[in-house]
């Protein structure tokens, strides 16, 4: 199975930006599609972005469009979410995901691993 590690989290003003990372190891990177999501205290876990396994394709929750994009390295085994325009409302803990899966359609894939995650906090 494939194993996750999220890093880049922290505290930042509203407006401002944050770049995480997920890196990955453990089964060929580029059989994978790749993901992220968040959560909030009480609440479900939140689809924010996915990318397909070649990077080609990527699909944006309607909160984040325009703001976050998704991207991957698999010569680096990483998955980027680059957060701009920050807002207090994107304060959550953010999970990386994967799923072993060599398609370019996304929409409504479940994903089998994940990360620990990794803490954001926006702060006006």
């Known amino acids: 199975q494939v194993q996750l590690v999220e890093s880049g989290g922290g505290l930042v003003q509203a407006g401002g930006s944050l770049r995480l990372s997920c890196a990955a190891s453990?089964?060929?990177?580029?059989?994978?599609?790749m993901a992220w999501f968040r959560q909030t205290p009480g609440e479900d876990r939140e689809f924010v972005a996915s990318?397909?396994?070649?990077?080609?394709?990527?699909f944006y929750a309607d909160s984040v469009k325009g703001r976050f994009t998704i991207s991957r390295d698999n010569a680096k085994n990483t998955v980027y979410l680059q957060m701009n325009s920050l807002k207090p409302e994107d304060t959550a803990v953010y999970y990386c995901?994967?799923?072993?899966?060599?398609?370019?359609?996304?929409?409504?894939?479940?994903?089998?691993?994940w990360g620990q995650g990794t803490q954001v906090t926006v702060f006006s």
């Open positions: 995901a994967a799923e072993y899966y060599r398609n370019e359609y996304l929409w409504g894939l479940m994903y089998d691993y």
């Open positions: 453990g089964r060929t990177f580029t059989n994978y599609a």
């Open positions: 990318i397909s396994w070649s990077g080609a394709s990527t």
